[in-house]
């Protein structure tokens, strides 16, 4: 029933950029804390940014300055602006929803940073 839907990644070169969105339904949407995760081949899922309900935001060190994320209450939408991409940065990334007791999923997109 509650549904997140990732789009936007794909192929992009080093000192590139990229815009990840994650389009959110049937969730309160606002009172969401919001988080873009990934998980690159052979390694654990690690939390990349994530956005309160308020507004407040926080990143993995490896991102700081290089990416952004907001949200849009009024889209239902949640977005992970990349910057000055690294090759490192290449994995899938998902969109998380997370309320207390309960947190869903999306299914993912691929970013790969590769010349």
């Known amino acids: 029933q509650v549904q997140l839907v990732e789009s936007g990644g794909g192929l992009v070169q080093p000192g590139g950029s990229l815009r990840l969105s994650c389009a959110a339904s049937?969730?309160?949407?606002?009172?969401?804390?919001m988080g873009w995760y990934r998980q690159a081949p052979s390694k654990q899922r690690e939390l990349v940014a994530r956005?309160?309900?308020?507004?407040?935001?926080n990143y993995a060190d490896s991102v700081q300055g290089r990416f952004t994320i907001s949200r849009d209450n009024a889209k239902n939408t949640v977005y992970l602006q990349m910057n000055s991409l690294k090759p490192e940065d290449t994995a899938v990334y998902y969109c998380?929803?997370?309320?207390?007791?309960?947190?869903?999923w999306g299914q993912g997109t691929q970013v790969t940073v590769s010349s």
């Open positions: 998380k929803a997370e309320f207390p007791s309960v947190g869903y």
């Open positions: 049937r969730i309160i949407f606002n009172i969401y804390t």
């Open positions: 956005i309160t309900s308020g507004g407040t935001t």
